[in-house]
């Protein structure tokens, strides 16, 4: 009679187990993405930026062609 309830409780318990290494593999996944796209952002901030100073240096010749 026992036997049962004990059976259930470790039956949660070892969905839980489960459960916990499903989410910490995902976490683990999100991070690594989160890093991507961390990375993607700063390259590409540093891109406009090179962008912005060459429109800028182009448009100081400009002006300074009148």
Do not use: Y
Request: charged share 40%.
């Amino acid at each position: 009679m026992a036997d049962t309830p004990l059976q259930a409780l470790e039956s949660k318990i070892d969905e839980l187990i489960a459960l916990c290494r499903e989410l910490n593999r995902e976490n683990q996944k999100l991070k690594v993405e989160n890093d991507n796209w961390r990375h993607e952002r700063e390259d590409l901030v540093s891109k406009n930026e090179l962008a912005r100073s060459k429109v800028e240096a182009m448009i100081a010749r400009l002006r300074s062609m009148e």
